[in-house]
Every structure is written in C-alpha cells, then in structure tokens.
C-alpha cells in the first residue's frame, strides 16, 4: 500500500509536490521476527507524518532506519542529507555547553555562540547558551533538541516522558516550529489524540506493513474535539486494537 | 474541622454519616486537651513526640569535641606510659620525641631532602604508569583490534603482585632510582589501564548515536564524545593509581635505598630511632593526604560539567 507521492498538507500552504522520504518494498528482521516486511511509505516535502503502532510493532525501528542508526535488509530507503532527531529521553552531551550541543554537527569555524543564541532565542533559550546541560529540566532539554533546522525531522516520542503541562507547551512549540520551517516530520507516538491534533497524515504500523493511512482533513489549530475527530480516533483505535473505541483510555 | 470516629465501620465512612456533627461540637474540639481528646475518641496522639532541635544543634557543635576524643586520649595515653618508662624509648619514643626529631631534621634540612628525592620518585614513576595505562586504556577501547592484542595480556600481567619484581629489577635495573621508578610505574599502570578502558566502552551508547545523527567524523566522535565522557573514569584510575605509587614508594625504598624517606627511615631503624622512624610514617601519611587533595582539585578543574561536582 504505497500512498502517491503528489499529497499535499490538508489545510495549510501547499508544500512542493516533491517526497522528502520514500520508502519501497523494505524489509528487515531481528532474529526470527520481521520488524518491516514489504514496507513501503512516502512521506512529502514538509508533511507531517505520525506513525502510530502497538508497542513492538516497530515504529521505533522504522524511525532509526530513516536517522540511518539501523540498516535494512532489503529494499530502498531516500532521505534528505539534512535530518536530525529528537528521542524520547533528552539526548544532549553532558561534558559540552547547551550552546555546543546546539552546534554539534558544524564545522568549528561556523560554531560562534552568537550564531547558537539565534538558534536557541526561537525556542525561548536564549539565557540557556552557556549552561551546561545537566542544569536543564526535562522540557528545556528536549526544546534544545528542537533547534536545528533539517528538512527531515524524525520525532521519536519526544513528548513521553514531560509532564501533561510540559508536554502541551512542547507539542504547541513543535507544531509552531514545523508550521514556520515546514521541514518533513515523522512522528512516532502511541498517542492517538496527539498524532491527530499534529498530523497531516496518521500511518499505523500492523504486522510489518502500513495497516491504516489516514488523511486528518481538520483545520488547525485543532482543538481535539468535534465528530470528525472522535471518527478518526475510532478508526484508529479499531485499526490499533483497542476494544471499545468510543470511550478511550 | 472535621474529625472521623475511628471507631465507625468502615462503610459508613463512605456514606458521610459519622462526621464532626454526630460527634463533640468544633467548639469542644478546639478546646480539649490533646490527651483527653485522644481517650475520648480512641485516637492516638500523633504529635505527642517532638523533635527535640535544641538537643540535637548541641550535639552537633559537640562533634568535634567528641570526634577528638579517643584520638586525646590515645595520645596521652602514648606520652604517659613512655615518659613514665613503661615502654622503652628503643620500642616505641614518646609523642614528644617524635616532635623533636621532626624539629632537629627540618632544622638541618634532611627531611626536605629526603621528601624531594621520594615525591620526585613517586611521581616520575606515576606519569610514566599512568602515561602507559591511558594510551593502553584507549588503544583497547577505541579498537577491536587492540583490545585483542592489549587487553589479554594485561589482565594476566595484573595478576602479578608487584612487590614480587623488586628482586628482579634489583638485578636489571641495579640499586639506584631507576628500579624505584620503574617499580611504581609498573604499580600505576594497570588501575589507570582498567579505568581508561572501562571509561571508553562505558561511554552511553545513545550518545554515541546522537553523534552519528549529526554526522560527526570518527575523529571528532572520539575528541568530543568519547574522550570527554571516559574522563570521570580516567580520574578514578589516576586517583587509585596515585594512592598505589605512595605504597609502591614505600616497598620500593625499604629494600635499598642510599637517599630519600626510605633511606631515611630505614637507618633510624637500624639505629633503633624509633622517633624518627615514627616521623617517616607521619610524613608518608601526609604525602597520601596531599595526594587526595590534589586529585580532588583536577577533579573540580576537568569536570565542571558534573553535576555532583558543581553541587559540592
């Protein structure tokens, strides 16, 4: 089930009609179980994917196949060369300043501080440059992590591990973020409500294919309410194997 | 002010019906005496006990005072039962012997000497070991290959006590300083060595991802990432190893020695000095206590990315 690559975002400026990511016939396996069999997904220009899946279906692994962190055994994987990730637990290296962690992948002669304090003032961080990280909370480690600027960026339960007031400042801030740079998004959550109030698009991960691929034609900012929410989230939930789809968890 | 009969059956508890209104009014409440009001409703007074501040702020000045205490008596009793002659000065010289020879040997400068010539042999024989259990240490963690080929035979050369070479490097090395230095080197390398290698491959493996995602060159992976991350490690290797260079000082001394501590004290053995055999000791114990200090300083100066260190 491949979804044609000419998708535009529903509801916003239409982004070039061009894939940032494309994914054909892949396949890959731990041991004796097969994580992705026959996979296929192509994600456009700017688009904002959320992939959703029971835990073990091997969303996490299909997000590390695309940050180049694990290999396929068979088929095609294109990505964009400018990519970055944001993990579920705050990744930044604790022996360098936040500013340092910010400028990470350049050249030595492009990190200026002055350069990092542009990047870090669009996340509300500009006091932070010189800190080291260890002095950062949970949410302002994960807003570092926020600040490059990819045209692929792979979000792998980002928000899991904030607290539910942190979580809805982030989530707003990602969304900002995306709307202003519109770089592609793959999201990985387990959260049905988050993927559908973020998403263009909600991709559910069954048994090593794409077992539901829905187009979320709500107008943003979206609020989580109304029937044609509550239809998308039963469609998913059914999809995901939760019994009682109407009265969720 | 509500208050439960804890006497009601759990269920009505649920239902609202035992609360302050069937009970004394909040006016009784308010007024009773804790003791009588516990009997009363078969309660138990929770806030009878009190920390008690005053006592324990008492004690707490009181520490150091009472911390000095067994160490004051040990020394009285030391200086008592040697000036009263119980001891003989050949077995054991009075505390305030000991000060003397302390005096009269910085006086004429043969403990500054002697103390020179030790520490300069303790820490040759230190940056050489730790030199060598670095460079190991990385050799084994960056690459597979020098693992194999470092890693076996180290650990069976660990196994080696290192007091047991002091013969040999007598006969290779003669009886000057080399064999000194050469023994503490030895000594030094392998906490260092274990330390370094468990540093780099300890090093968080999701760093080294965060690493690959920003595209980092191997060189600046190990530069930025590796190096810096393994270096908490590394200091625990060095501080073991500094301790152990103290020790491997000691042995290495008390076999042959014309100059230094070693020297020193083992004359004043064969003398029967017992003072300044007993200033040597104290001097040695310095020598450690300095040792820590200095490894806490590079602590504080290379790590100031540590949290348990910007807190201390």
Same mark, same amino acid.
Request: glycine share 8%; hydrophobic share 50%.
């Given at each position: ?49 959320? #992939? ?10 299909? #997000? ?149 691929? #829905? ?35 | &002010? ?153 650990? &069976? ?84 190893? &500094? ?22 004290? &083992? ?46």
């Amino acid at each position: 089930m491949t979804t044609p690559a000419g998708t535009t975002p529903a509801g916003t400026t239409p982004a070039p009609a061009q894939p940032a990511v494309v994914m054909r016939d892949v396949g890959k396996a731990f041991a004796a179980r097969r994580i992705l069999d026959d996979f296929a997904l192509t994600i456009a220009r700017g688009e904002f994917v959320a #992939l959703l899946g029971r835990s073990g279906s091997g969303k996490t692994t299909l #997000l590390r196949i695309l940050a180049e962190l694990d290999t396929v055994d068979e088929g095609t994987v294109l990505a964009p060369r400018n990519r970055s990730v944001v993990f579920q637990e705050p990744r930044l290296i604790p022996s360098e300043r936040v500013w340092r962690n910010v400028l990470l992948g350049l050249p030595r002669r492009e990190s200026t501080l002055a350069r990092a304090q542009e990047a870090l003032a669009e996340v509300n961080l500009a006091d932070h440059a010189r800190s080291w990280p260890h002095t950062l909370s949970g949410g302002e480690a994960q807003r570092v992590a926020l600040v490059h600027r990819p045209d692929l960026l792979l979000l792998d339960e980002p928000f899991a591990a904030l607290d539910a007031l942190t979580r809805l400042r982030t989530q707003a801030l990602v969304h900002e973020l995306w709307h202003r740079h519109r770089p592609a998004v793959l999201l990985v959550t387990h959260d049905v409500d988050e993927a559908l109030r973020l998403a263009d698009r909600v991709v559910v991960l069954t048994d090593g294919k794409v077992g539901l691929d #829905l187009r979320v034609d709500l107008a943003r900012p979206r609020e989580g309410t109304g029937s044609r929410f509550d239809d998308l989230r039963s469609q998913l939930l059914a999809e995901l194997g939760v019994a009682r789809p109407s009265s969720p968890a | &002010m509500t208050v439960q009969d804890s006497r009601c059956a759990p269920g009505e508890l649920g239902r609202g019906s035992a609360t302050s209104d069937d009970l004394a009014t909040s006016d009784d409440l308010a007024a009773a005496e804790p003791a009588d009001l516990a009997a009363s409703l078969d309660l138990t007074d929770l806030s009878r006990r009190r920390n008690a501040p005053g006592r324990r702020a008492g004690l707490r000045r009181a520490r150091w005072l009472l911390r000095g205490l067994v160490p004051a008596a040990l020394l009285i009793a030391w200086q008592w039962s040697t000036s009263a002659g119980l001891v003989p000065p050949t077995t054991l010289a009075s505390p305030k012997s000991v000060l003397e020879a302390a005096r009269d040997l910085i006086a004429d400068g043969e403990l500054q000497t002697a103390l020179r010539v030790s520490a300069g042999r303790a820490l040759t024989g230190l940056v050489i070991g730790a030199g060598i259990g670095v460079a190991a240490g990385l050799v084994a963690g960056l690459w597979k290959l020098g693992e194999e080929l470092v890693d076996s035979t180290l650990q &069976m050369l660990r196994t080696v006590p290192f007091i047991a070479l002091i013969p040999l490097f007598v006969v290779w090395f003669g009886i000057g300083d080399t064999p000194k230095i050469v023994l503490i080197a030895v000594a030094c390398v392998f906490p260092v060595y274990l330390n370094t290698f468990a540093g780099v491959r300890g090093v968080d493996r999701r760093l080294i991802e965060v690493g690959r995602v920003f595209g980092l060159s191997r060189t600046r992976m190990i530069t930025r990432l590796v190096l810096p991350n393994a270096l908490p490690s590394v200091l625990v290797g060095i501080r073991y190893a &500094m301790g152990i260079s103290l020790l491997a000082l000691v042995a290495a001394e008390q076999i042959n020695a014309s100059s230094g501590l070693g020297a020193l004290v &083992m004359n004043a053995s064969n003398q029967i000095r017992t003072d300044i055999v007993i200033v040597g000791v104290v001097v040695y114990a310095l020598l450690g206590l300095l040792v820590d200090l200095v490894v806490r300083l590079l602590e504080r100066l290379l790590l100031p990315w540590r949290p348990t260190i910007v807190k201390s």
